[in-house]
């Protein structure tokens, strides 16, 4: 059978990450009960031939365009996907892929946006997701730590991986209301990566930690366990795209429309949920 991509969006939030694991739910072990239910996958197959996925997330990152690609039928496009995929994960478009294609190796760039609540410089605002009161930012201090993260470099001390952890990275934010939302763009991330280079930006934005921390977090020495820098909650990243230049996606309407639906859903009962919330916190006097 032709080899075939297909781009899934999934909320992470409840899933141990995207690759199997024993004994927890994965979106991986999702994909594959899809595909055994549609005779795709045989029962007592590991996974699919020619199977690959561009990278792994950690447990509660979500994904737009998290990208997998299998040997596949013809009639297998995204909306039949659906049919047996549970609502928080959406198969959206599908590529004709070519002889040897692996979705690991062949990605030239991944992309990821965080969402930080980090109100601006001279406010102090309630942050119910994190700590009781999210010290302010100042904007040029977090963009000038992207600047200076940014470029190629080893990030062994930004991760737990012990190998393969240079990058050449691109690092950026925009200011929307009280959130910057990052974004980070390279061939590849290790385990965490993303995650503690917004802790880090977010530390010399607050004031938290001088710019001059960032020289000694690119050293080749290991930072001692006291000046670590710990992971930014998982929640808010997304693996927002993933560039593969000798594939042209083709959208399924069906299905995207299907994946809107259910993220517009989900968005409605988080900001209602929010304001539940909010009331009480309000009330709490």
């Excluded at 795709?40 to 979500?62: H, I, M, N, Q």
């Excluded at 102090?124 to 009161?133: E, V």
Aim: proline share 7%; with cysteine.
């Amino acid at each position: 059978m032709p080899l075939r991509a297909f781009r899934i969006a999934y909320d992470g939030r409840d899933y141990h990450g995207f690759q199997r694991q024993p004994d927890v739910s994965t979106v991986e072990d999702a994909i594959f009960d899809s595909l055994r239910a549609l005779d795709v996958l045989e029962e007592d197959a590991d996974k699919p031939a020619g199977y690959a996925a561009a990278g792994r997330t950690d447990a509660g990152v979500s994904a737009l365009a998290q990208t997998i690609a299998l040997e596949a039928p013809d009639w297998l496009a995204p909306r039949a996907l659906n049919a047996e995929l549970p609502a928080d994960i959406r198969a959206w478009a599908a590529a004709e892929a070519p002889d040897g294609f692996h979705a690991t190796h062949h990605a030239s760039r991944r992309k990821y946006t965080y969402h930080l609540y980090a109100p601006p410089a001279g406010e102090a605002t309630r942050d119910s997701a994190a700590d009781p009161i999210a010290p302010a930012v100042d904007d040029d201090r977090f963009r000038a730590a992207c600047e200076a993260l940014s470029g190629t470099h080893d990030l062994h001390n930004l991760t737990p991986d012990d190998h393969n952890t240079e990058r050449s990275l691109s690092l950026g934010a925009r200011r929307d209301g009280d959130y910057l939302v990052v974004t980070a763009a390279a061939g590849g991330f290790a385990r965490e990566l993303v995650r503690r280079l917004v802790s880090l930006a977010r530390a010399v934005g607050t004031g938290e930690s001088p710019l001059e921390k960032i020289d000694r977090v690119l050293e080749p020495e290991p930072l001692p366990g006291h000046e670590g820098v710990a992971p930014a909650p998982p929640e808010r990243l997304v693996l927002t795209d993933v560039d593969y230049p000798d594939l042209a996606f083709e959208i399924d309407d069906d299905a995207a429309a299907s994946a809107r639906a259910v993220f517009d859903r989900r968005r409605v009962d988080r900001q209602t949920g929010a304001r539940v919330a909010g009331q009480m916190a309000d009330g709490i006097r």
